[in-house]
């Protein structure tokens, strides 16, 4: 870990970063020259290097592998791409070649799932966690999703009253998520579903309605930190309060 102001520094000022380099006065990324996109496309254009996504998602998985053995954890990891980071299908393709499974944010997130099933990228083992707040049209898509055969699908509830929907639907057993809400510094004026569900309502929302529903099965807590992560002492402390 780089702690020091100077390693701040060095890397949000510093230039190139590591992917970049400049020969002979010129601008190259992974090898490439710049001039030469330039000269062919012109200016301003955009260049998404392929070959990094995948190089991203081992390094991550990578990081995870490492910590498991160190501290003997009995448990894996699975490294789920958010859709909404890019809906381009050509990035989205080189994710699923990766091996990676996916998570959603929107209504929209499914149409695109759905998409690629029908051209044959994925198929219905895939993992898909449905994060994010959810208006009728996105919880609909979820079920649909569902009942169309994709059994790994964690519907992420962040708000009590999602549950309500998901019992009316379907009759296959679904997965579910929570998604708690950390007590962090108040950044607005009201509370809204969008930052999860709150501490005290998790195990009465949890002993009420998914218990003793044979439909519903509780496959993950979800936690997050609305308002970033400003170092480790305060996500650790956010952390151990929702655990407890």
Not at 43 to 52: C, I, K, S, W
């Amino acid at each position: 870990m780089t702690t020091r102001y100077i390693d701040l520094i060095h890397q949000t000022f510093d230039f190139p970063a590591h992917d970049f380099e400049v020969k002979n006065g010129e601008l190259y990324q992974h090898g490439i020259r710049m001039m030469d996109l330039v000269e062919e496309f012109g200016t301003p254009f955009r260049a998404a290097y392929l070959p990094q996504i995948a190089h991203q998602i081992n390094k991550a998985r990578d990081i995870f592998n490492k910590a498991i053995q160190q501290y003997e954890y009995d448990g894996q990891y699975v490294y789920c791409y958010c859709t909404k980071s890019s809906h381009f299908s050509f990035v989205m393709k080189e994710v699923l070649k990766a091996g990676a499974q996916l998570e959603t944010s929107s209504a929209y997130d499914i149409d695109l799932i759905k998409n690629l099933h029908a051209k044959g990228y994925l198929d219905e083992s895939l993992k898909i966690v449905c994060n994010g707040f959810k208006p009728k049209g996105y919880l609909q898509n979820i079920s649909d999703l569902h009942d169309a055969g994709f059994t790994n699908v964690i519907a992420v509830l962040d708000d009590v009253k999602e549950i309500d929907f998901y019992t009316h639907q379907g009759q296959s057993p679904l997965q579910l998520g929570i998604r708690i809400a950390a007590e962090e510094e108040p950044n607005f004026e009201f509370y809204t579903s969008r930052l999860g569900i709150r501490y005290q309502d998790i195990i009465k929302l949890y002993e009420q309605k998914i218990k003793n529903n044979k439909r519903f099965e509780l496959k993950m807590l979800h936690f997050f930190i609305n308002t970033g992560i400003k170092d480790s002492a305060y996500y650790w402390s956010e952390l151990h309060k929702a655990l407890r």
